[in-house]
């Protein structure tokens, strides 16, 4: 699907954004207007024309809160940080870009302040990480302290904390769950103040966010679930594989290989190169590639940069490790994998994840015809969230009044 740009990542970024308007998180006439102003696959372009919306609504935020206007305030905030992280997204060819650390930071300060305007039920936590904390959010149904199930729900290769509401926590309140959010390394803040990449292992993430989750009296322990978007489908699968207290899974979408799935999308004569040493011609053909695609170009500075890679050769080596082979099977619970027939970055991969599991399992592929083909379904939340929620009430057996 592609809107307002013919740029095929431009327009995937664009619907991404677009659909936090479901849950608030943007809204349709600004969108429209801004992206007007942008040249198509120029990433200055697109920082500017984001940003100057990003900082027209954090104004208006502002005076709406000095006002006493409470909830007009909170809309904007949202907004607002939904455009400065629009506004960031393409800047990491440059690691030393202060505009990376400004726009990330403005982005959470203006969701913070939305999440302070929500009430206690949108509760800043800190989930504990090998000697440091990862920043998240505790989306709660009510402050009743009753015990409900919970979704734990992390992102991929590029989320940021803020946006994981609306892909996850918004449908989870709604439904009945609580749910646990979280930046982890490579991603949001850690990445960007703490400098922490992103890694193969996950379990050792996710352990300790589960064994905080279990801390908590509002948290049903028997009904714990763990959900990944994007590359977050491998880091879910991954997790799920070691770590047993998690009673269903979802992978959205599902990735068996990431390493295999980047090097079939490059060029073949790149890869040949690189697998026989030859780095320098390997990397000149595929930076000759980025001079002209968008999406690769994006692919390959954004991996260098989340990875803490040295060279494109190095983060392509790096993805090797992030794979299910040989791990799918110790897997315990069952599992839910999601595909979107337009998928421009895992195409195929859900389906080799899906064949590799033992366990009780659901395939669900979303197609054009309700314009959910997109990668982890960006621009059909609600539909989404139909599915995904629906196959966790039933595979968790809640078919209880959970709005008690």
């Not at 007009?72 to 629009?86: G, M, N």
């Not at 203006?110 to 009430?119: I, R, S, V």
């Not at 966790?392 to 809640?398: I, K, N, P, R």
Request: proline share 3%; with cysteine.
């Amino acid at each position: 699907m592609k809107v307002a740009f013919k740029d095929e990542s431009f327009a995937f970024e664009f619907v991404r954004n677009l659909g936090f308007m479901y849950y608030g998180g943007s809204d349709l006439g600004e969108m429209i207007a801004t992206a007007a102003t942008i040249k198509e696959g120029d990433f200055e372009s697109w920082f500017t024309g984001w940003d100057k919306l990003a900082r027209r609504l954090l104004s208006r935020a502002d005076a709406s809160l000095n006002a006493g206007h409470l909830e007009s305030a909170r809309e904007a905030y949202l907004r607002a940080s939904t455009y400065f992280r629009t506004a960031e997204f393409y800047l990491h060819g440059n690691s030393a870009d202060p505009r990376i650390l400004s726009e990330s930071r403005a982005s959470q300060h203006a969701y913070a302040e939305a999440a302070k305007l929500t009430g206690s039920t949108w509760e800043s936590v800190q989930v504990p990480y090998e000697g440091t904390t990862l920043p998240g959010y505790f989306y709660k149904v009510d402050n009743s302290g009753k015990p409900r199930p919970t979704l734990i729900f992390i992102g991929g290769f590029d989320s940021s904390l803020e946006e994981l509401f609306y892909f996850g926590g918004a449908g989870a309140v709604r439904r009945g769950f609580n749910c646990l959010t979280f930046d982890g390394p490579g991603q949001g803040a850690p990445i960007r103040e703490q400098k922490l990449p992103l890694r193969y292992d996950y379990e050792a993430v996710v352990t300790p966010a589960v064994s905080y989750a279990l801390t908590r009296p509002d948290v049903d322990s028997d009904n714990l679930a763990l959900m990944g978007m994007s590359l977050g489908g491998y880091f879910a699968a991954r997790a799920v594989a070691f770590e047993h207290r998690l009673r269903a899974a979802i992978f959205f979408d599902g990735v068996y290989d990431f390493g295999e799935s980047l090097r079939t999308s490059l060029p073949k004569e790149a890869i040949a190169a690189l697998d026989v040493g030859d780095v320098s011609l390997g990397e000149e053909i595929i930076q000759k590639l980025m001079s002209n695609n968008t999406n690769v170009r994006w692919t390959m500075t954004q991996g260098v940069w989340a990875f803490g890679a040295s060279s494109i050769s190095d983060f392509l080596t790096k993805t090797m490790q992030f794979s299910m082979k040989d791990i799918a099977g110790q897997i315990q619970c069952p599992c839910l994998v999601l595909e979107g027939e337009g998928d421009m970055f895992f195409a195929g991969q859900p389906q080799e994840i899906f064949d590799a599991l033992r366990v009780p399992k659901k395939l669900f592929k979303f197609t054009s015809e309700d314009g959910a083909e997109n990668h982890c379904q960006s621009g059909a939340l609600s539909y989404f969230h139909e599915v995904a929620f629906n196959w966790l009430d039933e595979t968790l057996e809640l078919h209880d009044d959970r709005e008690g």
